[in-house]
């Protein structure tokens, strides 16, 4: 079992910036990949960015690739999403997840991952 919990979502106004985090427990984080995804109101969850074990591999989202950037600090067991130049169509409630598959390829799909943290919102503002 690993437990996620995020943190550092809020309200912002168009053009800001939020930083989130995940903090993990349990088994051992280095061994897992880590992802981002976002729901919004009726809106299916959807991928945002991926970060390999050892930080060598990450991707995005084409509707966010430019403006977060997805980091891990396997001495804190944290993983990190850096949001800049919000806009209002990146209100969702965030959520961080962990994959104990072995490769990195492709995981895009929320049924890629093993386990799920709670949730952040955040909203932004025009």
């Known amino acids: 079992q690993v437990q996620l919990v995020e943190s550092g979502g809020g309200l912002v106004q168009a053009g800001g910036s939020l930083r989130l985090s995940c903090a993990a427990s349990?088994?051992?984080?280095?061994?897992?990949?880590m992802g981002w995804f976002r729901q919004a109101p009726g809106k299916e969850r959807e991928f945002v960015a991926r970060i390999s074990r050892n930080s060598l591999i990450t991707y995005y989202a084409d509707s966010v690739k430019g403006r977060f950037t997805i980091s891990r600090d396997n001495a804190k067991n944290t993983v990190y999403l850096q949001m800049n130049s919000l806009k209002p169509e990146d209100t969702a409630v965030y959520y961080c997840?962990?994959?104990?598959?072995?490769?990195?390829?492709?995981?895009?799909?929320?049924?890629?991952?093993?386990?799920w943290g709670q949730g952040t919102q955040v909203t932004v503002s025009s």
């Open positions: 349990g088994r051992t984080f280095r061994n897992y990949g």
């Open positions: 997840a962990a994959d104990s598959a072995y490769s990195d390829y492709q995981r895009r799909a929320a049924a890629s991952y093993d386990y």
